[in-house]
């Protein structure tokens, strides 16, 4: 079946510094990815959609400056956290789309446990 | 209130017994259903997929989705310990692959 993977898995890093993760779809083409977020015992909760080419559009309450998202290629989004705090400690998942919701076939990566000490 | 509303457990059963797991919600707009399993430290992994109302079986898993009570489940038969995981509704409208996920449900089967 399709597969995301997604890079570093876990990252520890010092406060105020940038960490990059990286979402790739290894055997698929997928115009758009979707990154989430989920904390300790709590659901997903989505942060953006990358779209390929453009500009990602960001949900209601995401810093579009701290996180920033580049989809720059058919099989490769990257989210940057920039200036990371203990807050930003988390861990970020993203998916992508084989053929579309009509199919259900949205996969997910294995997901980045950021730290940030 | 949430979208999506989803028991968070923890749910403990006996191996080989029947797990029924549920999620409620309150847009009407929602069409696509599924069921995703999350081991610990791990990405959610597709189990059911469903479109509007119906029921889908897949080896030991049946999805049930009704649509005019906003209800969805998962059943799990002759359940086993690899089963013990937490396990996350989702769902989309129309179109779009932007998912609203449950809160999960952690599943614990004892042997």
């Known amino acids: 079946g399709a597969v995301v993977s997604q890079h570093p898995s876990r990252v520890i890093c010092k406060s105020g510094t940038s960490v990059k993760i990286e979402c790739r779809s290894l055997?698929?083409?997928?115009?758009?990815m979707f990154w989430y977020r989920q904390f300790p015992k709590q659901s997903l909760m989505l942060m953006a959609t990358?779209?390929?080419?453009?500009?990602?559009?960001?949900e209601q309450g995401v810093e579009k400056d701290k996180f920033l998202i580049n989809h720059a290629s058919l099989t490769l989004s990257t989210l940057t956290v920039t200036s990371a705090h203990p807050e930003d400690s988390s861990f970020y998942i993203c998916?992508?789309?084989?053929?579309?919701?009509?199919?259900?076939?949205?996969?997910f990566g294995e997901g980045s446990r950021l730290t940030v000490l | 209130q949430k979208e999506v509303e989803q028991d968070p457990g923890p749910l403990s059963v006996p191996e080989g017994a029947i797990v029924s797991l549920n999620c409620t919600y309150s847009?009407?707009?929602?069409?696509?259903f599924m069921w995703y399993r999350q081991y610990s430290r791990k990405g959610p992994e597709l189990l059911m997929y469903?479109?509007?109302?119906g029921n889908k079986e897949d080896g030991r898993f049946t999805a049930q989705v009704d649509k005019s009570s906003k209800y969805i489940s998962l059943f799990i038969r002759d359940s086993q310990p690899s089963d013990s995981a937490t396990y996350l509704c989702?769902?989309?409208?129309?179109?779009?692959?932007?998912?609203?996920f449950g809160t999960g449900t952690r599943l614990t089967i004892i042997p």
């Open positions: 847009n009407s707009a929602f069409q696509y």
């Open positions: 055997d698929f083409q997928a115009t758009t």
């Open positions: 990358s779209n390929e080419g453009s500009k990602a559009t960001y």
């Open positions: 989702a769902m989309a409208r129309e179109g779009n692959e932007k998912l609203t």
């Open positions: 469903t479109y509007s109302s």
């Open positions: 998916s992508a789309s084989f053929r579309g919701i009509d199919t259900g076939e949205l996969f």
